[in-house]
Nanobody, 127 residues
Framework: QVQLVESGGGLVQAGGSLRLSCAASGRTFSSRAMGWFRQAPGKEREFVAAMRYSGASAYYADSSKGRFTISRDNAKNAVYLRMNSLKPEDTAVYYC????????????????????WGQGTQVTVSS
Protein backbone atom coordinates (compact mmCIF):
# COMPACT_ATOMS: atom_id res chain seq x y z
CA GLN A 1 0.00 0.00 0.00
CA VAL A 2 1.45 3.32 -1.08
CA GLN A 3 1.49 6.06 1.53
CA LEU A 4 2.69 9.63 1.51
CA VAL A 5 2.96 11.14 4.96
CA GLU A 6 3.56 14.83 5.44
CA SER A 7 4.98 16.44 8.55
CA GLY A 8 6.43 19.74 9.66
CA GLY A 9 3.38 21.95 9.51
CA GLY A 10 2.38 24.23 12.33
CA LEU A 11 1.73 27.77 13.46
CA VAL A 12 4.30 30.40 12.61
CA GLN A 13 4.41 34.17 12.60
CA ALA A 14 4.61 36.11 9.38
CA GLY A 15 8.19 36.26 8.18
CA GLY A 16 9.01 32.93 9.77
CA SER A 17 10.05 29.65 8.22
CA LEU A 18 8.92 26.05 8.13
CA ARG A 19 10.24 22.91 6.53
CA LEU A 20 7.72 20.36 5.38
CA SER A 21 8.67 16.74 4.85
CA CYS A 22 6.95 14.00 2.92
CA ALA A 23 7.95 10.40 3.45
CA ALA A 24 6.81 7.84 0.91
CA SER A 25 6.36 4.16 1.57
CA GLY A 26 5.01 1.19 -0.30
CA ARG A 27 7.01 1.89 -3.45
CA THR A 28 9.90 3.99 -4.55
CA PHE A 29 9.44 7.36 -6.21
CA SER A 30 13.11 7.96 -6.86
CA SER A 31 12.44 7.91 -10.61
CA ARG A 32 9.15 9.78 -10.47
CA ALA A 33 8.07 13.40 -10.17
CA MET A 34 7.00 14.65 -6.77
CA GLY A 35 5.44 17.90 -5.72
CA TRP A 36 3.55 20.04 -3.24
CA PHE A 37 0.11 21.55 -3.49
CA ARG A 38 -1.94 23.53 -1.00
CA GLN A 39 -5.55 24.28 -0.31
CA ALA A 40 -6.83 27.19 1.72
CA PRO A 41 -10.36 27.26 3.16
CA GLY A 42 -12.91 28.00 0.48
CA LYS A 43 -10.33 27.80 -2.30
CA GLU A 44 -9.30 25.22 -4.82
CA ARG A 45 -6.16 23.19 -4.44
CA GLU A 46 -3.24 24.99 -6.05
CA PHE A 47 0.22 24.09 -7.19
CA VAL A 48 3.14 25.12 -5.00
CA ALA A 49 6.27 23.37 -6.28
CA ALA A 50 7.41 20.20 -8.01
CA MET A 51 10.61 18.44 -8.88
CA ARG A 52 11.53 15.94 -11.55
CA TYR A 53 12.81 12.55 -10.46
CA SER A 54 16.41 13.53 -11.10
CA GLY A 55 16.15 16.68 -9.04
CA ALA A 56 17.70 18.54 -11.94
CA SER A 57 14.59 20.62 -12.56
CA ALA A 58 12.27 22.32 -10.11
CA TYR A 59 9.06 24.16 -10.81
CA TYR A 60 7.45 26.82 -8.68
CA ALA A 61 4.21 28.76 -8.56
CA ASP A 62 4.72 32.50 -8.88
CA SER A 63 3.65 32.85 -5.25
CA SER A 64 6.40 30.43 -4.18
CA LYS A 65 9.31 31.67 -6.21
CA GLY A 66 12.12 33.17 -4.19
CA ARG A 67 10.64 32.05 -0.88
CA PHE A 68 10.10 28.29 -1.15
CA THR A 69 12.59 25.61 -2.08
CA ILE A 70 11.71 22.05 -2.99
CA SER A 71 14.25 19.30 -2.58
CA ARG A 72 14.25 15.54 -2.50
CA ASP A 73 16.28 12.69 -1.12
CA ASN A 74 15.76 9.70 -3.35
CA ALA A 75 17.65 7.44 -0.99
CA LYS A 76 15.05 8.21 1.66
CA ASN A 77 12.14 8.27 -0.77
CA ALA A 78 11.29 11.72 0.51
CA VAL A 79 10.59 15.21 -0.69
CA TYR A 80 10.85 18.44 1.27
CA LEU A 81 9.57 22.00 1.06
CA ARG A 82 11.50 24.75 2.75
CA MET A 83 9.31 27.81 3.20
CA ASN A 84 10.84 31.15 4.14
CA SER A 85 9.36 34.62 4.57
CA LEU A 86 5.96 33.13 5.20
CA LYS A 87 2.90 35.29 4.74
CA PRO A 88 -0.63 34.97 6.15
CA GLU A 89 -1.82 34.11 2.63
CA ASP A 90 0.35 30.99 2.75
CA THR A 91 -2.03 29.56 5.34
CA ALA A 92 -3.41 26.32 3.94
CA VAL A 93 -3.27 22.56 4.15
CA TYR A 94 -0.20 21.44 2.25
CA TYR A 95 -0.29 18.16 0.34
CA CYS A 96 2.52 16.04 -0.97
CA UNK A 97 1.95 14.40 -4.34
CA UNK A 98 3.76 11.80 -6.40
CA UNK A 99 3.55 10.61 -9.96
CA UNK A 100 3.06 6.88 -10.45
CA UNK A 101 4.50 6.57 -13.93
CA UNK A 102 7.36 8.18 -15.75
CA UNK A 103 6.55 11.67 -17.00
CA UNK A 104 7.11 12.59 -20.59
CA UNK A 105 5.71 15.96 -21.46
CA UNK A 106 3.79 16.09 -18.20
CA UNK A 107 2.47 19.33 -16.83
CA UNK A 108 4.03 19.41 -13.39
CA UNK A 109 1.75 22.28 -12.39
CA UNK A 110 -1.44 20.26 -12.76
CA UNK A 111 -2.81 18.13 -9.94
CA UNK A 112 -4.00 15.52 -12.43
CA UNK A 113 -0.36 14.69 -13.19
CA UNK A 114 -0.02 13.07 -9.79
CA UNK A 115 -1.40 9.71 -8.77
CA UNK A 116 -0.66 9.57 -5.07
CA TRP A 117 -1.45 12.10 -2.37
CA GLY A 118 -0.73 12.54 1.30
CA GLN A 119 -3.30 13.45 3.90
CA GLY A 120 -1.97 16.98 4.25
CA THR A 121 -0.36 19.06 6.96
CA GLN A 122 -1.73 22.35 8.22
CA VAL A 123 0.34 25.49 7.91
CA THR A 124 -0.97 28.57 9.66
CA VAL A 125 0.79 31.90 9.36
CA SER A 126 -0.28 34.59 11.79
CA SER A 127 0.06 38.28 11.06
Amino acid sequence: QVQLVESGGGLVQAGGSLRLSCAASGRTFSSRAMGWFRQAPGKEREFVAAMRYSGASAYYADSSKGRFTISRDNAKNAVYLRMNSLKPEDTAVYYCAARGNFCSGCDYYESTTYDYWGQGTQVTVSS
